[in-house]
Nanobody, 117 residues
Framework: QVQLVESGGGLVQAGGSLTLSCAAS????????MGWYRQAPGKQREFVAA???????NYADSVKGRVTISRDDAWTTVYLQMNSLKPEDTAVYYC???????????WGQGTQVTVSS
């Protein structure tokens, strides 16, 4: 099993920056990718960013150029640096990890990000 704990959420003004962290523990040796999703009130959960083995990253078009995902080599922590934040970035942000064995996907509990206009 893999446990994920997010931190770093909070209230920030539009145009500001925030860095989220996700600490992984447990069987981190099975992790081959980590990422972030978000869910705004009344909306479906959506993909934000991901990083896989080898360092390849992928971003949603809505955050491309404003967000950077990074991780440490041991897959113990993944970060989401967010700049030029907009009110529409307000959401609960969830960390996710993809593993090479069942149950394949793990989720954190989420951290709230609120961007005021």
């Amino acid at each position: 099993q893999v446990q994920l704990v997010e931190s770093g959420g909070g209230l920030v003004q539009a145009g500001g920056s925030l860095t989220l962290s996700c600490a992984a523990s447990g069987r981190i040796s099975v992790i081959n990718g980590m990422g972030w999703y978000r869910q705004a009130p009344g909306k479906q959960r959506e993909f934000v960013a991901a990083v896989i083995s080898g360092g390849t990253t992928n971003y949603a078009d809505s955050v491309k150029g404003r967000v950077t995902i990074s991780r440490d080599d041991a897959w113990t922590t993944v970060y989401l640096q967010m700049n030029s934040l907009k009110p529409e970035d307000t959401a609960v942000y969830y960390c996710t990890a993809h593993a090479s064995e069942r149950p394949y996907d793990y989720w954190g509990q989420g951290t709230q990000v609120t961007v005021s206009s």
